[in-house]
């Protein structure tokens, strides 16, 4: 899992509000997997930015999140754990901050 970013623009979601979705897992990893499609899924509708960072190659994630994983984070903060919800994700994105 190497560190990228995408972004899933929709039209009408550009702009500064574009929230971002950050996935911290590792190679290999069945849940983060999951987590993967359900985030691609949600930020294909909402518009948000998708980055994955690993924890594999980052030591300080690793010695934060090494028992949770996966970890989603939205605007960097955390959102969840283990099992992404979809509906909570997309809830998360589209409520007003």
Not at 66 to 82: N, R, S, Y
């Amino acid at each position: 899992m190497a560190h990228m970013t995408t972004s899933s623009p929709v039209p009408g979601t550009s702009g500064p509000a574009t929230r971002t979705v950050t996935l911290i897992g590792k190679p290999g990893c069945h849940l983060c997997d999951d987590a993967r499609a359900v985030i691609e899924r949600v930020a294909a509708q909402t518009g948000a930015v998708v980055e994955e960072r690993d924890i594999t190659r980052e030591q300080d994630l690793y010695d934060r999140y090494w028992e949770q994983i996966p970890v989603v984070l939205v605007d960097g903060e955390q959102h969840t754990f283990w099992r992404v919800d979809e509906r909570r994700l997309r809830s998360a994105l589209t409520d007003p901050r």
